[in-house]
């Protein structure tokens, strides 16, 4: 059970998901090291996409009480340093990353900042029972591709093209999100048919396996698609980019831009000029805290707009969870949950 301070909510955990940090985490490289590239300080409790019911709040705590659902930033923003003040929390110069950094949610119980936590109470109208749990525990990875997308990006158009290699969480949540902000077509690439096949049924319109294409590369299919034009917007969530990047770059559209999401301690070569020719941009983005993403994706899934139970694929019960994590390392379903 852990020590609760004043600014903060005892979270009863009842659904956390695998993500692909904690894949990274289970599998090594080579030379015995872990695969994941950014902030850990290890050992601690791991897991970090996840809901549950609020059992106790610390003194100061005012917006949150005994009973209420919640769902949890994993970005640990402190408030004070000059990124966060100057409106960047996931840019945090202090940041501890839940789950990796600082013990997370594959627990029982999870003490977490109020500054933290969002009320989603209403969503049990549309999912009853535990389900309203599950729908809360994938809102953090399909923040990240809202905060890629329309944060960080700037967004787009209605009517451009999107394109997505990686159908994973944060891919099938872009696959979404573009849909309902008005994409005239949406490709996905991956190498697994199952992923895949979710994407289709979450909104893609076009969907390959790259190692299945046969005398094209898929930056040929997406000009194929869109005519020669190219796609306005490509995110990258594979992490995979010393393989993706070039694709993308061949198939741009004027004023396009390519979205990096995925994580890869790796170099990339780049044909600037072609960023310069076709007033391109390429953005990086991490987290999801802050902007209002996650208010506006609850507002999203209460609406009926956004529905992302299709991503969930597999469930598992905590004492099964080496399991479900050495499961995710088949990279064959959408998203894990492991209910507690």
């Known amino acids: 059970m852990p020590q609760l301070q004043s600014d903060e909510v005892l979270i009863r955990v009842k659904s956390c998901g695998i993500c692909g940090s904690d894949t990274h985490l289970y599998e090594t490289d080579k030379e015995g090291y872990i695969i994941f590239s950014g902030l850990t300080k290890l050992p601690c409790t791991v897991g970090h996409e996840f809901s549950g019911i609020v059992k ?31 409106g960047s929390p996931n840019q945090c110069q202090n940041i501890e990353l839940m789950g990796l950094s600082a013990d997370g949610a594959l627990a029982e119980y999870a003490a977490v900042k109020e500054k933290y936590c969002w009320n989603i109470n209403g969503l049990s109208k549309f999912y009853p029972g535990d389900m309203v749990f599950d729908i809360g525990a994938v809102i953090e990875p399909v923040g990240c591709a809202y905060n890629g997308i329309f944060i960080a990006g700037g967004g787009f158009n209605p009517g451009a093209a999107v394109v ?3 159908t994973g969480p944060i891919g099938l949540g872009a696959i979404a999100l573009s849909r309902i ?43 194929e698609i869109t005519e020669g034009w190219g796609a306005e917007v490509q995110v990258e969530a594979a992490g995979t980019a010393p393989v993706t990047i070039p694709e993308m770059e061949k198939s741009m559209s004027v004023n396009g831009k390519i979205i990096y999401l995925g994580r890869a301690a790796t170099s990339t070569p780049m044909y600037l000029d072609a960023l310069v020719s076709g007033a391109n941009k390429i953005i990086g983005a991490r987290g999801h805290s802050g902007y209002g993403v996650f208010p506006s994706i609850i507002k999203l899934i209460a609406s009926g707009r956004l529905r992302l139970e299709k991503m969930i694929t597999t469930r598992y019960p905590f ?14 379903d959408g998203k894990i949950l492991v209910k507690i």
């Open 56 to 86: 106790k709040t610390g003194s100061s705590v005012t917006s949150l009480k005994a009973g209420d659902k919640v769902a949890v930033e994993s970005i640990m923003w402190c408030g004070v340093c000059q990124p966060c003040r100057s």
């Open 164 to 166: 997505v290699y990686g």
């Open 181 to 223: 902000a008005g994409a005239s077509k949406i490709i996905a690439f991956d190498k697994v048919n199952e992923r895949l096949n979710i994407a289709k049924s979450m909104g893609a319109d076009f969907i390959f396996n790259v190692d299945k294409l046969r005398g094209c590369k898929p930056s040929d299919k997406v000009l």
């Open 319 to 332: 004492r099964k969870v080496l399991t479900a994590l050495k499961a995710s390392t088949k990279r064959t």
